[in-house]
Every structure is written in structure tokens, then in C-alpha cells.
């Protein structure tokens, strides 16, 4: 089982990245994604969640209307496109994969927003 995150970086405020996050090793089409993130210092945070067929999805308020969280079934694959970032939105984003009693994390990919 794997979940690899990639598309991280540097970005100058109201920039924006696209994250992507392949899984393999599992049936991907049945589970739920999400995204979390973590900052030095601080409680690891949900930003989006995605369900199993792209049906409904929900986002933290901080990040609402700013982020959209997609998924590719065809190509095992979950995205975040995160526009206008923000300061507070650097953290190391990780993705996670989850259902029933299975649940598999990603290790991680470093978002920094700097000037």
C-alpha cells in the first residue's frame, strides 16, 4: 500500500500549487481521500474530504472557496488545487485514504507561501 504525495513548494502569497497524490496497493475507488495538514507547532488539520465517487465534498472553513479537492478513479489519484495561498497555509500536506477500518496516510509533501 502506498500513497505518494507530490507538487509541493515555495509560492509567493496568492500563488497557487496543484497537489497530487497516486495510491496504489489498494482499491482506490472505494475509499474516501482527504487531505490533511500539519504546521510546525500545531494540530494536524482536515482541509478537504472527497468520497469514494466524488459525490460530496467538504473543506475547512479556512480553506473554503480558495482549495477544490478532485480525484482521477481511472488514475488512482486524488488532487488539491490550492488558489490564492495565504501565510497560514504553509504546512506539510498529507493525504489519506480511508475505509471502514482501513485508513492509509501518505508521507507528506511541504507547502511553503512566502514573499
Known amino acids: 500500500v502506498q500513497l505518494v504525495e507530490s507538487g509541493g513548494g515555495l509560492v509567493q502569497p496568492g500563488g497557487s500549487l496543484r497537489l497530487s497524490c497516486v495510491a496504489s496497493?489498494?482499491?482506490?475507488?472505494?475509499?474516501?481521500m482527504r487531505w490533511f495538514r500539519q504546521a510546525p507547532g500545531k494540530e494536524r488539520e482536515l482541509v478537504a474530504t472527497i468520497t469514494s465517487d466524488g459525490g460530496s465534498i467538504n473543506y475547512a472553513d479556512s480553506v473554503k472557496g480558495r482549495f477544490t479537492i478532485s480525484r482521477d478513479n481511472a488514475k488512482n489519484t486524488v488532487y488539491l488545487q490550492m488558489n490564492s495561498l495565504k501565510l497560514e497555509d504553509t504546512a506539510v500536506y498529507h493525504c489519506?485514504?480511508?475505509?471502514?477500518?482501513?485508513?492509509?496516510w501518505g508521507q507528506g509533501t511541504q507547502v511553503t507561501v512566502s514573499s
Open positions: 489519506n485514504g480511508r475505509y471502514y477500518s482501513s485508513d492509509y
Open positions: 496497493g489498494f482499491s482506490f475507488s472505494r475509499y474516501a
